[in-house]
């Protein structure tokens, strides 16, 4: 194989950052069509398309993209042995992509993403919400370093990654203090006709749910969904309904939305996993998350 040709990837590197042939040519001090004479034996070295034109503007494939991960943390890195060599110090963090699932509460994601933030090498933590398929899209074609999810993949699926349990905690119920006043010391029966704040239909948390409804025959009253459980949360806060989240944060939810718990179950499960493609794991944020005790 080739190698690869570093000043027609830093010229890439340079489009993609300004946004347009002409401006690189300007920040390079060359000709635009000299930059696009790189670009296109560049692209015909990989095969593959980098940019789309978009309007008057450029916008990176999906494959444009990936190598514009690569090439950002080449360069970057290069910077970074600059300053150092010369006498300075590194003073860029690193950067860590974390896709998280949108069902999960958010007080379990800054937990569990904790230990990144202290090593002694800094990071730069990036966090961006989604559905576990749009994630793990993006984790495929390397736009994100980890996803935190509610479930592990399976081998059915395309992506070829590691599925690492994190923790597991029970469910507790809640309710805002005039709410909770309504209800009896009989739980979990006492939840049937109640008001009820559950996640979206169709969701993995939402199915959990509607399984242990119908095997303890419980019909609670449905009165809102949602896709973002801190939504959720503050719906329930003002008493529109009871609302459940994982017992391991009980403290932190009663504290915030001025809640009480209401009753507890272990036969309800959530699962936290941090999924990573292998080649992530020389990344030291991503290997302290995964490594941290359940």
């Not at 398929?133 to 370093?145: K, M, N, P, R, S």
Request: charged share 20%.
């Amino acid at each position: 194989m080739r190698p690869l040709n570093y000043n027609h990837l830093h010229y890439f590197w340079t489009v993609a950052r300004e946004g347009s042939v002409a401006a690189a040519a300007e920040r390079l001090h060359l000709t635009p069509q000299t930059v696009s004479g790189q670009l296109r034996i560049l692209e015909q070295e990989l095969k593959a398309e980098l940019f789309q034109r978009v309007g008057r503007g450029l916008k990176l494939t999906p494959t444009g993209e990936l190598v514009f991960r690569y090439a950002d943390e080449m360069f970057s890195l290069g910077t970074e042995l600059r300053q150092v060599l010369s006498g300075g110090t590194a003073s860029d963090a690193r950067p860590l992509v974390v896709g998280i699932v949108d069902v999960l509460p958010k007080v379990v994601c800054q937990r569990l993403l904790a230990p990144a933030l202290s090593l002694e090498e800094p990071v730069h933590l990036v966090c961006r919400e989604g559905t576990l398929e749009t994630l793990l899209g993006q984790l495929a074609t390397h736009q994100v370093d980890l996803v935190l999810a509610d479930r592990p993949i399976g081998s059915a699926t395309s992506v070829k990654a590691l599925n690492r349990l994190l923790g597991e905690s029970g469910l507790s119920f809640f309710a805002a203090p005039a709410l909770a006043a309504r209800f009896g010391a009989d739980f979990p029966r006492c939840l049937d006709g109640m008001p009820m704040l559950l996640p979206a239909a169709g969701t993995y948390p939402r199915r959990t749910l509607e399984t242990w409804f119908d095997e303890t025959g419980i019909q609670p009253r449905v009165v809102g969904e949602f896709d973002d459980s801190a939504l959720l949360k503050a719906f329930g806060q003002h008493g529109a309904g009871v609302f459940p989240a994982p017992t391991v944060i009980e403290a932190e939810i009663c504290r915030q939305h001025q809640a009480v718990v209401v009753g507890r179950t272990e036969a309800v499960r959530e699962a936290y996993y941090a999924i990573s493609v292998e080649r992530k794991l020389t990344h030291p944020a991503v290997r302290a998350i995964l490594e941290q005790p359940r």
